[in-house]
C-alpha cells in the first residue's frame, strides 16, 4: 500500500526555518516522483518543489521560493523533507507530499491532479 505521510509543520515565528519531512511507504524514492504542493487559505493547492529522479534527482522549485528552501531526501529512510527558511506571512499553508506512478516524466509535473498519492500535510503557520 501506498502511503506518505508529513510530519514537522507547525507555528513559527516571521523568519523562521521549519522543515517538514515526508516518509513514504509502500515505494521506493528511486522509482516514484514525490513533490511537495502547499494549499493556502482559499487558495488553489501549488507546486513547491521535487527531485526529478528520471534526470539524476536535479532539483526544481517554484521560482518564487528557490532560494528560502532546499528539499533533501535520505533514501536509507525513504524520507524527504523539505527545508524553509526566513519564512513569511504568505508562506503559511497546509504543505502536502503527492507521489505518482511511474513513468517518470522530466520535469515531473507539478499540477496536483496528476498526482495520485497524497499524505495528509502539514500545517505552517507564520505568525507576524
Known amino acids: 500500500e501506498v502511503r506518505l505521510v508529513e510530519s514537522g509543520g507547525g507555528l513559527v515565528p516571521v523568519g523562521g526555518s521549519p522543515r517538514p519531512f515526508c516518509a513514504a511507504f509502500?515505494?521506493?524514492?528511486?522509482?516514484?516522483?514525490i513533490l511537495w504542493f502547499r494549499q493556502a487559505p482559499g487558495m488553489e493547492r501549488e507546486g513547491v518543489s521535487c527531485?526529478?529522479?528520471?534526470?539524476?534527482?536535479?532539483?526544481y522549485y517554484q521560482d518564487s521560493l528557490q532560494v528560502r528552501f532546499t528539499i533533501s531526501s535520505d533514501k536509507a529512510k525513504n524520507t524527504e523533507s523539505l527545508q524553509m527558511n526566513n519564512l513569511k506571512p504568505e508562506d503559511t499553508a497546509v504543505y502536502y507530499c503527492?507521489?505518482?506512478?511511474?513513468?517518470?516524466?522530466?520535469?515531473?509535473?507539478?499540477?496536483?491532479?496528476?498526482?495520485?498519492?497524497w499524505g495528509q500535510g502539514t500545517q505552517v503557520t507564520v505568525s507576524s
Open positions: 509502500g515505494f521506493t524514492l528511486d522509482d516514484h516522483a
Open positions: 527531485f526529478s529522479v528520471a534526470d539524476d534527482d536535479a532539483t
Open positions: 503527492a507521489a505518482r506512478d511511474p513513468p517518470l516524466a522530466v520535469p515531473p509535473p507539478n499540477t496536483a491532479s496528476k498526482y495520485a498519492y
